[in-house]
């Protein structure tokens, strides 16, 4: 490690601890002046206001050499912005809620990551899935269910190590010899809830325990409903399986539907208090109702490779998430430009131009000398 990376791990670490995340002005502070002049001015004090009121009650806890020993103890590293490892895109959503000023925004400093698994590439198909840590038997074998089959169709699964629908989902993921990434709101060494301590040992073998808290952190309501943005932002999409009408779960569905992720939510008895928060989401039309592995693939899979085959299919089925909001912004006539469909879509001009080429390849799109435009072949499909 050159003198240059490892100044950059010790400022990342560092700033990790100084600041309870999120933190908005130390976020913007670094990314004006860079991690280590930032780590610097912020151990002196030299800090604008916002800066200093995040900051001045820990900015001489300066632990980073210890932090990265303790870590490094345990199997595990600091994951930082700089490195290939990093999930930019999954992180991309957070920086733009940020940016509208939605509280659920914030990409992190860096991460504690622990186990030998490449993050970036673990969470290039993920799902997230999340529930009631007191669910009922039902919950807990539709979680199981769920996490063993997604495993098992090379999908990788998010969830928060909690008791309930989270553990059972880990495990299900793991008996299916898949990968699953557990996100916890406590630091990547502290074994919470103490009754999956045996649970947090197996899941970095096969997959990775993340955090954005340093070594030794010890968990708090607070840092669950902050930790619950990364939930949502890992995951292609998030399945709540159960949820009460006030919970964590729904409070990582919100955040799920503001960084225009795919909700889903499976339906249960309508006598059962775990389900009635389901029951919230899909009665406001803010999630889809699923009920097998199959539909919460079609839902966050590729267009057109992860379809249900349900009876007789005749084509490829409407797009869903960023794909249906650039379908819909297509023109009818004439084409349009990517810059174009980026506008009247909202999507990211480089997640437009990725995804115009697979809607051609199944059939819902062409393009035409002016730019891109529905395929006549399937216009009216799926645009009731």
């Known amino acids: 490690m050159s003198g240059g990376e490892r100044a950059l791990r010790l400022a990342r670490a560092y700033l990790s601890r100084v600041a309870e995340p999120p933190a908005p002005a130390l976020a913007s502070f670094v990314a004006e002046l860079g991690p280590v002049r930032a780590a610097e001015l912020v151990r002196r004090g030299e800090v604008p206001p916002a800066v200093d009121s995040q900051t001045s009650a820990r900015r001489a806890e300066d632990r980073a050499e210890d932090d990265l020993r303790r870590v490094a103890r345990i199997g595990g590293r600091l994951v930082v912005p700089e490195d290939e490892e990093w999930p930019a895109w999954p992180f991309t959503a957070l920086s733009v809620a940020a940016s509208h000023g939605l509280r659920c925004g914030l990409a992190p400093l860096a991460l504690w990551v622990r186990g030998d698994a490449d993050l970036a590439g673990l969470v290039e198909r993920a799902v997230a899935v999340v529930g009631s840590r007191a669910a009922s038997g039902y919950g807990q074998h539709v979680a199981a269910e769920f996490g063993f089959g997604l495993a098992e169709a090379g999908v990788t ?228």
């Not at 970095?204 to 949502?232: D, K, M, W």
């Not at 109702?289 to 839902?299: L, W």
């Not at 794909?323 to 506008?343: F, N, T, Y």
């Open 157 to 384: 699964v998010v969830s928060g190590a909690a008791n309930g629908i989270d553990g059972a989902a880990h495990r299900g993921a793991l008996a299916a010899g898949g990968r699953t990434i557990a996100v916890l709101a406590c630091g990547v060494d502290v074994a919470y809830p103490a009754g999956h301590q045996a649970l947090l040992e197996r899941i970095p073998r096969q997959g990775l325990v993340v955090s954005e808290y340093p070594p030794g952190h010890t968990p708090a309501r607070h840092r669950f409903l902050t930790r619950n943005r990364l939930i949502a932002a890992l995951g292609d999409g998030t399945v709540v399986v159960e949820a009460g009408r006030r919970s964590g779960a729904k409070n990582t569905a919100a955040t799920t539907a503001a960084l225009g992720r795919v909700l889903m939510a499976v339906p249960g008895p309508i006598t059962s208090a775990s389900s009635q928060g389901c029951h919230e989401l899909l009665r406001s039309g803010e999630a889809v109702a699923v009920g097998s592995v199959a539909e919460v693939i079609e839902s966050t899979g590729r267009l057109g490779d992860d379809l249900v085959r349900a009876g007789r299919c005749d084509g490829p089925g409407p797009p869903q998430g960023d794909a249906m909001r650039v379908h819909e912004a297509l023109g009818l006539a004439g084409g349009r430009s990517a810059e174009a469909i980026a506008v009247e879509s909202g999507v990211e001009l480089a997640r437009v131009r990725a995804l115009l080429p697979e809607l051609e390849l199944v059939g819902l799109a062409e393009r035409d000398a002016a730019g891109w435009k529905r395929s006549q072949r399937t216009t009216g499909r799926g645009d009731a």
